[in-house]
Nanobody, 115 residues
Framework: QVQLVESGGGLVQGGGSLRLSCATS????????IGWFRQAPGKQRELVCT???????NYADSVKGRFTISRDNAANTVYLQMNSLKPEDSAVYHC?????????WGQGTQVTVSS
């Protein structure tokens, strides 16, 4: 069973930056498209951005120009660089397959942006 481990969240002031990591054992991340999702309290989980196995990326309009998704296949890790953070970016961030059936969700990593 795939076990996803997200890390790198924290408390940051508005305008600040964070870098999230998504890792799992084995090489499964390197052979799949991966998405970063976020869920704020009382809101539905939303797909923030995706990266294909070949490195093609796509972003939600709300984060375009501020967030960058990347991958290091040798390290079996997918990253999310978040710049110019806003209070509305506050949420628990998860990684997973971007479409269709999902792997078991990890614990996520909390991002809190203060105004």
């Amino acid at each position: 069973q795939v076990q996803l481990v997200e890390s790198g969240g924290g408390l940051v002031q508005g305008g600040g930056s964070l870098r999230l990591s998504c890792a799992t054992s084995g090489t499964i991340l390197s052979t799949n498209a991966i998405g970063w999702f976020r869920q704020a309290p009382g809101k539905q989980r939303e797909l923030v951005c995706t990266i294909t196995s070949g490195g093609y990326t796509n972003y939600a309009d709300s984060v375009k120009g501020r967030f960058t998704i990347s991958r290091d296949n040798a390290a079996n890790t997918v990253y999310l660089q978040m710049n110019s953070l806003k209070p509305e970016d506050s949420a628990v961030y998860h990684c997973n397959l971007p479409a269709g059936a999902k792997w078991k969700w990890g614990q996520g990593t909390q991002v809190t942006v203060s105004s």
